[in-house]
């Protein structure tokens, strides 16, 4: 009686216990091929081991976090850039493209397949896009660099300067700051708004085209008590 007892006692377990499904994939979208790529040149300089956030750098790292990561994506939240678009134009704009929001939103809500193993990018391709990144190789800026200028208050250049990008420095975590030059003549030229910055993602703000700043053009908006640098465009 007992014995039967046992029996009946684990296969009402059984029926009862939730099956482990797989999520049914209806994306031609994977990791392998399309995801890996996007993420290797917009997220794994901080999403790696020993970076600044938990690592993205494989299949089975990312795919707890997919449903995360489409939501962060499209509230813009990550990449972390911490200025308003559209005031200044930035050659490294770590932002998402509205294609790549398409891709990785089809594999987020698809199932998220990885892929064939042949679609991966090689240990090569990952360094080098890596590389490629506009985000790696930032803490180089964190120090003084040659030929830079440090702005503080309303700041003006004495001498003609070619502006290359800006590199704030203790700037407030909160408020919304706008920087801009003010040429002599009048004219006015929308350099960086930040809103959102924050220091643990310190990272250099590239202009899209070097600017020409003559003598006499003042630098307004920098918070009080912060700095910019102002970054010299290479020498040819």
């Known amino acids: 009686m007992r014995k039967c007892r046992l029996v009946f006692i684990f296969t009402v377990f059984l029926l009862s216990a939730p099956a482990f499904t797989h ?3 209806t994306t031609p979208v994977t990791w392998n091929r399309e995801i890996s790529r996007i993420f290797y ?3 794994i300089a901080c999403h790696r081991e020993g970076g600044m956030a ?3 750098l494989d299949y089975r790292e990312a795919f707890p976090w997919r449903t995360a990561i489409k939501e962060e994506i499209l509230e813009r939240r990550m990449p972390p850039w911490g200025a308003v678009k559209g005031f200044g134009d930035f050659r490294n704009d770590q932002a998402l493209t509205p294609e790549q929001l398409e891709l990785v939103t089809s594999w987020s809500q698809g199932g998220s397949p990885e892929g064939e193993a042949k679609d991966l990018p090689s240990k090569d391709k990952l360094e080098e896009m890596m590389k490629e990144s506009a985000w790696y190789g930032n803490a180089a ?3 003084r660099q040659s030929g830079e200028i440090i702005a503080k208050g309303d700041f003006k250049l004495t001498n003609s300067f070619v502006l290359d990008g800006l590199f704030p420095r203790n700037v407030p975590q909160s408020g919304s700051f706008q920087i801009i030059a003010e040429f002599p003549d009048g004219r ?3 350099l960086l708004w930040l809103e959102g910055y924050k ?3 310190a990272h250099v703000f590239l202009l899209q085209t070097p600017l020409e700043l003559p003598a006499g053009t003042m630098i307004t908006g920098i918070p009080a008590g912060s700095s910019i640098a102002l970054l ?3 020498k040819d």
């Open 23 to 25: 999520d049914i994939i």
């Open 41 to 43: 040149s917009r997220c």
């Open 54 to 56: 938990f690592s993205l």
């Open 141 to 143: 800026h964190a120090g």
């Open 188 to 190: 006015i030229e929308p």
């Open 199 to 201: 220091e643990q993602f």
């Open 232 to 234: 010299p465009a290479p």
